[in-house]
C-alpha cells in the first residue's frame, strides 16, 4: 500500500493536497492539466520534496524522513535517464549499486535482464548508439534489476512514436507485474492500456484512484474539461 | 514550503576555495591597508599615476570600441575564404602574452620599426611609441578584437528576418536594427575593456614610465622594487584597489556573459552594399593584429635556436609555473563550480576586480618580516596566477557544471550515488571539455604573466616574460625577439594541448 496521510505539498503559490491510498501491485495513472502538479506528487513520493504537512508511506514505512536512495522507490524521469558517458552494462548496474562496481555476478545479473528486455548483447555500448526504442528498455531494465517495489515513471516515453510507446508500455505491465506503478500521462490512451485505476489532479486536489473502465465509461467534470 | 531535501554535489571544497580567494584579495588588501602612510598623503606624482591610470583606461576603450564597430559590420556582412581564420584570431590577444604583443607593435611602430622606416623613405618625422599613445596603442591591440567579437555576436544575434522586413520596407537599417543593437552591447563593452586597462601593468611598464606615463600599477612597482617605500607602495595598492573595485561593480551590473563565439560562423544576409569599404576595413584590422606578430615570428625564428641558457631555463620554469597554476586553477573552479550560489560567485569574480600587484604587495608586506620575498618568488607567481584565472576558468566550467546537475542530480540522488561516484564516475567525465579549456586557458595566462613575478623575482628567478623583458630593457632585441617566439609557442601550444585533450575525449 502507498499511502497518503493528508499531504500538503506547496511550492510558491501553488499547494497540492492528497488523501488517498494506492494498492500494492496497481498500476495508476495521475491525469490532468499540465502545472496541476502531477510531476510535483511524483517528486514528493521519491523524496526530492518534503511535504509541508501529512506522511506518505509505503507498506508501513514511512517516507519522510528517509533520502530518495533508501526509499523503496525507482523512478524513470522524462529524459536523461542514462549517462551518455556510461555504457549500457553501467548504467544498468547502477539500479544494482550505485557506485559503478559490479562484481561478477552481479553484471551477470545485468547481462541477463538486458537479455530478457531485448538488449541481449548490448551492454557494452554507449546509450548514443541505441535507438529511442532500445534507450528506453535500457532505462526499464535499470528499475527491473533493483527491487524496489514502488516504480514512478514520468512520462518517460513521451518521446516515442505512437508504437513504440505502446511496446514500452506493455513491456512495463508484463515485467513489472507485482510492483506498484504510478505513471504521468497526458493520453488517455495510455491510462487506458495498462492503468487499473486513474486519479484525476485537478485544482489543488488529487481525487481517490477510480476503476480506468469506470472513469472512462462515466467521466467527472474535471476530466471531460480536460479531454475536451 | 517544499523544498528540495537532498543535493549531490559537495559543497565544503567550494568553501575552502571561497576561504582562499577572499584570503588573497582581501586579506592581502588588509595587509595593505594596515602599513599604508595616509598621514603622508598622497603627492603630485601619485594623482598624476591616478590621472593617468582613469584617463589610458578611458581613451584606450573609446577607440576599442569605436575600432570594434565598422570591423564587426563588415565581419558580419561578408562571407570569404579565412573569415572563420580571422574570427579565431581576433580571440588570439586574450592568450597572447602581453609582453610578446609589445615587442611586435615595437618592431612595426616602434623607432627602428617598420612604420618609422617607411616615413624616412617619403621623408616624415619619425615618431615615437613611448607614452601616453603608446599605451592607447598597445591596449586598442588588446581589446579591440574583444569588442569585435562583442559586436558581432550582437549583429549575428538580429534576426535575419529583421533585415529582410527592412530591406522590404527600404526602411533605414542603421537607425531601425543596427543601433538600437549597439545601444545594448556597446556599454558593457566598454566597460569591461576600461575595467582590463586600468589594471594593466605590463603595458604600462614597457611602453609608459617616466612622471608622464606612469599607471599606479606601475608606481607601485617601483615603489617597492626601487624606493622600497612600503608605506607608499600600500597607499597606492589601495587607491588601485578602489579604482578597480568601482569599476568591476559597475561593469557586473551592466555586462551579460559572452558567448565562447559559438554561432559566429555565418554572415548577415544584406542588401545595402557598401562592398569596397568593408573589405579594406577587413584588411586594415587584419594587417594591424597579424603584422606585429609576423614581425616575431620572422625575426625570432632565426634567433630561438642560439638563445642563451638563461632563456631556457626561464622557459623551464615558467612552464613548471604555468603548470600548476593552471591544476591549482582548475581544481578550484570545479570545487566553486560545484558550490554554486552567492558566494561562490562573489570569490569566482572578486580576482577580477584584484591586481596581481595589489596581492603581490600584500603578500610581500605579509612575508617580509619572515622570510625573503626572493625565495617565495616561483610559489607566489603560482599562487596568485591561479587565482587571477579563475574567473576565466570558471566561466568556462560553470554552465557545463550547473547542466550536469539540471541533467542527472536526481538521477544520481535516486539511485544512491555517493557524492564520490557522482565527482568522478559522472561530473569529471562529462566536464573533460570544460575542464580541457579552462586549464588550457589558465596555463596560457600564467604562462605570459609579467606582474607578480617583477615584484619578487631574485637572480636566476626570472620567468620568461620577465627575461625577455629585461633583454628588451638591454636593447638586444634580435635575442628578444627568439625569446617572444619562445614564449608565444608555448603559451599558444599549452592552451592548444589542454583544449584539444579535453575535446577528443567527450563522448556523445
Known amino acids: ?228 | 514550503m517544499a523544498h528540495s531535501t537532498f543535493a549531490i554535489n559537495p559543497r565544503w571544497p567550494g568553501g575552502i576555495v571561497a576561504g582562499l580567494v577572499l584570503a588573497l584579495t582581501l586579506g592581502t588588501l588588509c595587509a595593505v591597508a594596515i602599513r599604508a602612510e595616509f598621514q603622508t598623503g598622497f603627492g603630485a606624482a601619485d594623482w598624476a599615476a591616478v590621472r593617468f591610470t582613469v584617463s589610458q583606461a578611458f581613451v584606450s576603450a573609446l577607440f576599442s570600441c569605436l575600432l570594434a564597430i565598422p570591423v564587426a559590420r563588415a565581419l558580419a556582412r561578408r562571407q570569404f575564404r579565412g573569415r572563420s581564420a580571422l574570427i579565431t584570431l581576433l580571440g588570439a590577444p586574450f592568450l597572447l602574452p602581453v609582453i610578446v604583443a609589445v615587442l611586435g607593435l615595437v618592431m612595426v611602430f616602434g623607432r627602428n620599426g617598420l612604420l618609422n622606416d617607411a616615413f624616412g623613405l617619403v621623408g616624415l618625422p619619425e615618431i615615437s611609441i613611448y607614452g601616453f599613445h603608446g599605451v592607447v596603442l598597445a591596449h586598442v591591440f588588446f581589446n579591440m578584437p574583444l569588442v569585435t567579437r562583442l559586436v558581432l555576436q550582437g549583429w549575428l544575434s538580429v534576426p535575419s528576418e529583421r533585415f529582410r522586413l527592412a530591406a522590404s520596407l527600404n526602411a533605414p537599417v542603421g537607425r531601425l536594427i543596427e543601433w538600437p543593437m549597439l545601444r545594448t552591447v556597446l556599454p558593457s563593452a566598454f566597460l569591461v575593456v576600461f575595467l582590463i586597462c586600468l589594471t594593466s601593468f605590463a603595458v604600462a611598464l614597457t611602453l609608459g614610465g617616466g612622471p608622464k606615463a606612469t599607471t599606479v600599477e606601475l608606481a607601485i612597482y617601483q615603489s617597492l622594487r626601487f624606493d622600497f617605500d612600503l608605506g607608499r607602495a600600500a597607499l597606492l595598492a589601495l587607491v588601485q584597489f578602489v579604482i578597480c573595485a568601482s569599476a568591476a561593480i559597475v561593469a557586473w551590473k551592466v555586462t551579460s556573459p559572452d558567448g565562447s563565439g559559438a554561432g559566429l560562423d555565418r554572415a548577415v544576409q544584406r542588401w545595402d552594399g557598401g562592398a569596397k569599404r568593408d573589405v579594406l576595413v577587413i584588411f586594415l584590422a587584419a594587417t594591424f593584429l597579424a603584422l606585429p606578430l609576423g614581425m616575431i615570428i620572422l625575426r625570432g625564428a632565426t634567433e630561438v635556436l642560439s638563445l642563451p641558457t638563461d632563456i631556457w631555463k626561464a622557459a623551464l620554469r615558467s612552464a613548471i609555473v604555468a603548470v600548476f597554476s593552471s591544476a591549482l586553477s582548475t581544481v578550484m573552479a570545479l570545487a566553486l563550480a560545484l558550490r554554486a550560489g552567492r558566494l561562490a560567485a562573489v570569490s569566482g569574480g572578486l580576482p577580477l576586480a584584484a591586481s596581481s600587484l595589489v596581492i603581490g604587495t600584500g603578500l610581500f608586506l605579509l612575508v617580509y618580516p619572515f622570510v625573503n620575498p626572493a625565495k617565495l618568488a616561483l610559489p607566489i607567481t603560482m599562487l596568485v596566477n591561479a587565482v587571477l584565472a579563475l574567473p576565466f576558468v570558471l566561466r568556462a566550467m560553470a554552465p557545463a557544471v550547473a547542466k550536469i546537475e539540471t541533467d542527472f542530480g536526481r538521477l544520481a540522488i535516486s539511485l544512491g550515488m555517493s557524492q564520490q561516484t557522482w565527482i568522478w564516475g559522472v561530473v569529471l567525465p562529462r566536464l573533460k571539455g570544460p575542464i580541457g579549456f579552462g586549464a588550457g586557458l589558465a596555463a596560457a595566462l600564467s604562462m605570459g604573466d609579467l606582474g607578480v613575478i617583477a615584484l619578487f623575482a631574485g637572480d636566476g628567478q626570472e620567468t620568461l616574460p620577465l627575461a625577455m623583458y629585461r633583454l628588451m630593457g638591454a636593447y638586444k632585441m634580435d635575442a628578444a625577439a627568439g625569446a617572444a617566439l619562445l614564449l608565444l609557442t608555448i603559451s599558444l601550444g599549452v592552451f592548444w594541448v589542454c583544449d584539444r585533450g579535453g575535446r577528443t575525449v567527450a563522448d556523445f
Open chain 1, 1 to 228: 500500500m502507498l499511502i497518503f496521510d493528508d499531504v500538503v505539498l506547496k511550492q510558491g503559490d501553488f499547494s497540492l493536497s492528497v488523501a488517498l491510498s494506492i494498492k500494492q501491485g496497481a498500476v495508476t495513472a495521475l491525469m490532468g492539466q499540465s502545472g496541476a502538479g502531477k510531476s510535483t506528487l511524483l517528486a514528493a513520493i521519491a523524496g526530492f520534496l518534503s511535504p509541508d504537512q501529512g506522511q506518505i508511506s509505503v507498506d508501513g514505512v514511512k517516507l519522510n524522513q528517509l533520502s530518495p536512495a533508501k526509499r523503496p522507490v525507482s523512478m524513470l524521469f522524462q529524459d536523461n535517464n542514462l549517462f551518455p558517458h556510461l555504457s549500457v552494462l553501467q548504467n544498468v548496474g547502477l539500479g544494482l549499486r550505485g557506485d559503478l562496481r559490479l562484481s561478477a555476478i552481479e553484471a551477470q545479473h545485468v547481462s541477463d535482464v538486458l537479455t530478457d528486455v531485448g538488449l541481449g548483447g548490448m551492454g557494452d555500448r554507449k546509450p548514443a548508439a541505441l535507438s529511442g526504442g532500445q534507450q528506453s528498455r535500457a532505462a526499464l531494465a535499470r528499475v527491473l534489476v533493483g527491487s524496489r517495489s514502488v516504480v514512478l515513471l514520468d512520462e518517460p516515453f513521451a518521446a516515442l512514436g505512437p508504437a513504440l510507446k505502446a511496446e514500452m508500455l506493455d513491456l512495463v505491465k508484463t515485467r513489472l507485474a507485482g510492483r506498484t506503478i504510478v505513471m504521468v500521462s497526458h493520453d488517455p490512451a495510455d491510462a487506458h492500456r495498462i492503468a487499473d485505476t486513474v486519479c484525476i489532479v485537478a485544482d489543488g486536489c488529487v481525487s481517490a484512484p477510480v476503476e480506468t473502465k469506470e472513469l472512462f465509461a462515466n467521466p467527472p467534470e474535471a476530466l471531460s474539461d480536460y479531454l475536451g
